[in-house]
């Protein structure tokens, strides 16, 4: 299901910043090597979250999903000087990937990566969270938003990616665990009254929060 019209990402990629070389190279790996592609955040939503990054202007960023690093350092590009990200990838071999690929980054100091569930590492980091990305598996999202939101700072952000779930979620009655994951998350966010949410329309839906 297209939820975009690839003529208007086309024309949205083409009028947008581009990537640096070293996204393009984490871009054509991913495609080439990652039977799981599609998970990339790719051009058009990674110059949306450098953008968001940059705009905040994060000290400390949480990042649940890293897969083969594209996100996590398009989010980097906005910390602050003394700023520091931290990611979890529960799998080996793509936190393998994403480590070889921030090491040649610029914020190779600045990126912490852990290897493991998120569920369990989460409570263990010790922060102040200005700004969440939550992209790991779907039906722990709520599980993961009621963990972090404590430690977000007031007006601090928490981006969810994939809230369409391939147009799945937008369904009465989705099926399979993870468009129905989705679909319950989308309702919990929703339901809220400590938090301002809007819904971003970019290619597998965003959910931008402020906590209040």
Not at 26 to 37: D, Q, V
Not at 70 to 75: E, I, K, N, P, Q
Not at 192 to 197: G, L, N, P
């Amino acid at each position: 299901m297209d939820l975009i019209n690839p003529s208007v990402q086309s024309y949205a990629e083409q009028f947008s910043s581009g990537e640096d070389d070293l996204l393009q190279e984490i871009n054509a790996w991913t495609l080439k090597h990652h039977t799981e592609y599609q998970m990339l955040s790719g051009h058009l939503q990674g110059k949306a979250l450098e953008t968001s990054s940059g705009l905040i202007r994060p000290r400390r960023i949480l990042e649940t999903g890293t897969f083969t690093g594209y996100s996590a350092l398009c989010l980097a590009k906005g910390l602050t000087v003394d700023g520091q990200l931290h990611t979890i990838e529960l799998r080996d071999d793509d936190a393998a990937v994403a480590r070889g690929f921030f090491n040649r980054s610029s914020f190779s100091q600045q990126i912490i990566l852990h290897r493991g569930n998120a569920l369990s590492i989460i409570p263990e980091l010790n922060e102040t969270w200005d700004l969440v990305f939550i992209d790991a598996d779907k039906p722990a999202y709520i599980e993961y938003f009621n963990l972090v939101l404590p430690k977000v700072r007031q007006n601090g952000f928490i981006l969810a990616d994939n809230i369409f779930f391939h147009g799945e979620a937008l369904e009465d009655k989705p099926k399979g665990k993870s468009a129905i994951g989705i679909r319950q998350f989308n309702e919990f966010i929703k339901g809220r009254k400590d938090i301002e949410k809007v819904i971003l329309t970019l290619r597998d839906g965003l959910f931008l929060v402020r906590k209040l």
